[in-house]
């Protein structure tokens, strides 16, 4: 972890301690529309620079009650422990949207689901990789009669195709899987290829993770190439699962993750024995038909402009080979809380807060593009999207996707909160999380930058677990979140404008989400204004 208990321990009592101090700066109670049961004679302040009261208000009363006594993590113990792994489609995916739906009724908050389409159910089957005995490889016949084959570990790929061939293959090493590797490898056709990977320790490195595949996917598939095998990007023969599919539908090839130890030595047995090493993989992935899922949606209305509105939102899904802790259960679980915290302060805000736990994330974000598409009427009157899907990391800050005029406006919201370092904005936009959608049709999105912390050696993998969610930590991130969605909807005026298509065409080529659209597959949706903003 970046920090300490320690430092956490002294944080909190600092935290503690200035609150008499924010609450001193409070003026005295008037009659405010903001509290219920008081009458309407006085106009409330709103969070901007000339208009800062209400900030510091919700601010002072959100953090008892977050850093308090609270259900949050016997929510998140039922959603992790008790369901478990949740792949959007699965019959644990229905059970995560009831457990959503009666936490925020517990909260006392209204909320309802949405439905809508996912193209296809996938689970996985009984995967098995096999190779020759190193022992026998070099005195082995040429063809696979006879053979002895032992077992290396590995897991499907998510929404990979099933694969049920029981003939053993030629395996080819392509190195990292570039094009003029490719070249060196020479015939493909029908082989199972292994593809390299540096070990993950950064967001850079897990970006790439995804930029990588779709070029060595096309060279594959071309080529004729069985199926592919990733090295993992993990040590200590620590298995996860990805998709490279990030439309919801099956992949064009088969895949499967292996062990990086195992796949290393994989690759040194080729090298000594070229055109001699045998592999038999057999995925027998279960496939099935539309069905339908849900988005879970709670909400408390603003009293002045109840259809303006600020969605804090998190993907519920998540994948299974873990329990979906890290990633991206906490969040989940923390968008509730923020909720409950909000509601229990007993503040209107102005506008509308809508809080939404998006299923399909883990498919390239299905649920939430189905969610833009659902109110794409409404999204004049968004007027933010705000995202939490890293983990437990230290919060530095939001991602604003490219947009340099809201920064002011954040940065009053969470003056308040200063101290704590959460103050720090970045201008990046990507691919990556349920912000996405928003961010194509010109609505501001704030994505949560954090620190890597234990996110990256655990992500999507058996290791995600509720043992490393640091609870203080979330309660801390529950109360940035809590008040940045609050102060967007209580600002007299709106954090940002919605951005036109031809604004948003300068934003994604300044940014460089050209590039991104263009090599994850999505180009030519956003120019057709299949996705995205029309002009």
């Known amino acids: 972890m970046p920090r300490s208990t320690t430092y956490l321990y002294s944080l909190l009592l600092c935290l503690f301690?200035?609150?008499?101090?924010?609450?001193?700066?409070?003026?005295?109670?008037?009659?405010?529309?903001?509290?219920?049961?008081q009458g309407a004679q006085g106009k409330a302040a709103g969070c901007s620079a000339t208009e800062a009261s209400s900030c510091a208000e919700a601010a002072a009363k959100i953090l008892p009650i977050v850093m308090g006594p609270s259900p949050m993590e016997e929510n998140l113990r039922r959603l992790t422990d008790e369901i478990g792994g949740r792949v959007t489609g699965s019959p644990e995916m229905a059970k995560a949207v009831e457990w959503g739906v009666a936490a925020f009724r517990a909260a006392g908050v209204e909320v309802h689901t949405e439905k809508?389409?996912?193209?296809?159910?996938?689970?996985?089957?009984?995967?098995?990789?096999?190779?020759?005995?190193?022992?026998?490889?070099?005195?082995?016949?040429?063809?696979d009669e006879g053979i002895r084959l032992v077992p290396v570990h590995a897991v499907s790929v998510g929404w990979s195709p099933s694969l049920t061939r029981e003939d053993a293959v030629r395996l080819v090493d392509v190195g990292s899987g570039?094009?003029?590797?490719?070249?060196?490898?020479?015939?493909?056709?029908?082989?199972?290829?292994?593809?390299?990977?540096?070990?993950?320790?950064?967001?850079?490195?897990?970006?790439?993770?995804?930029?990588?595949?779709?070029?060595?996917?096309?060279?594959?598939?071309?080529?004729?190439?069985?199926?592919?095998?990733?090295?993992?990007?993990?040590?200590?023969?620590?298995?996860?699962?990805?998709?490279?599919?990030?439309?919801?539908?099956?992949?064009?090839?088969?895949?499967?993750?292996?062990?990086?130890?195992?796949?290393?030595?994989?690759?040194?047995?080729?090298?000594?024995?070229?055109?001699?090493?045998?592999?038999?993989?057999?995925?027998?992935?279960?496939?099935?038909?539309?069905?339908?899922q849900q988005n879970v949606v709670g909400?408390?209305?603003?009293?002045?402009?109840?259809?303006?509105?600020?969605?804090?939102?998190?993907?519920?899904?998540?994948?299974?080979?873990?329990?979906?802790?890290?990633?991206?259960?906490?969040n989940a679980a923390l968008v509730i809380e923020a909720a409950r915290a909000i509601k229990a302060t007993g503040l209107l805000p102005r506008r509308t807060i809508r809080f939404v736990l998006f299923s399909g994330e883990e498919q390239g974000t299905v649920g939430s593009f189905e969610y833009v598409k659902a109110h794409r009427a409404e999204l004049d009157k968004i007027r933010a999207m705000i995202t939490?899907?890293?983990g437990i990391g230290r919060v530095t800050g939001y991602s604003l996707g490219g947009r340099r005029d809201i920064e002011a406006g954040v940065r009053e919201i969470l003056k308040p909160l200063e101290s704590w370092g959460a103050n720090n904005h970045t201008y990046d936009a990507s691919f990556g999380t349920d912000n996405f959608d928003f961010l194509?049709?010109?609505?501001?999105?704030?994505?949560?930058?954090?620190?890597?912390?234990?996110?990256?050696?655990?992500?999507?993998?058996?290791?995600?677990?509720?043992?490393?969610?640091?609870?203080?930590?979330?309660?801390?991130?529950?109360?940035?979140?809590?008040?940045?969605?609050?102060?967007?909807?209580?600002?007299?005026?709106?954090?940002?404008?919605?951005?036109?298509?031809?604004?948003?065409?300068?934003?994604?080529?300044?940014?460089?989400?050209?590039?991104?659209?263009?090599?994850?597959?999505?180009?030519?949706?956003?120019?057709?204004?299949?996705?995205g903003r029309k002009p």
């Open 299 to 330: 909400e408390i209305r603003g009293y002045e402009k109840p259809d303006e509105v600020v969605i804090l939102g998190a993907h519920l899904d998540s994948w299974e080979l873990g329990t979906g802790a890290l990633d991206n259960g906490c």
């Open 116 to 143: 809508y389409m996912l193209p296809v159910t996938w689970s996985e089957g009984d995967t098995k990789l096999l190779v020759d005995d190193p022992s026998e490889i070099a005195s082995g016949p040429e063809t």
């Open 440 to 531: 194509l049709e010109g609505v501001p999105t704030l994505v949560a930058n954090q620190e890597e912390a234990n996110y990256l050696p655990n992500y999507h993998a058996a290791s995600d677990t509720l043992d490393k969610v640091d609870m203080r930590e979330l309660k801390l991130h529950t109360v940035i979140a809590a008040l940045t969605a609050w102060g967007i909807a209580d600002r007299a005026e709106p954090l940002g404008k919605r951005l036109s298509r031809a604004e948003l065409d300068v934003l994604v080529k300044e940014t460089g989400l050209d590039q991104q659209l263009k090599l994850l597959g999505y180009w030519d949706a956003w120019q057709s204004s299949a996705r």
């Open 388 to 390: 939490f899907d890293a």
């Open 178 to 292: 570039g094009e003029e590797e490719f070249r060196r490898a020479g015939a493909i056709k029908g082989r199972i290829l292994l593809v390299h990977s540096d070990i993950s320790s950064t967001w850079a490195d897990l970006f790439n993770e995804y930029m990588r595949p779709p070029d060595i996917i096309k060279r594959a598939v071309a080529g004729g190439a069985r199926a592919i095998l990733w090295m993992s990007a993990r040590e200590r023969l620590l298995l996860y699962r990805h998709t490279n599919s990030l439309n919801g539908e099956i992949d064009k090839i088969p895949q499967a993750v292996v062990a990086r130890e195992d796949a290393m030595r994989l690759a040194r047995l080729v090298a000594v024995y070229p055109n001699k090493l045998l592999a038999l993989l057999q995925m027998p992935n279960k496939i099935g038909g539309p069905i339908e």
């Open 17 to 37: 301690a200035s609150l008499a101090t924010l609450q001193a700066q409070i003026p005295p109670a008037k009659p405010n529309p903001l509290i219920p049961g």
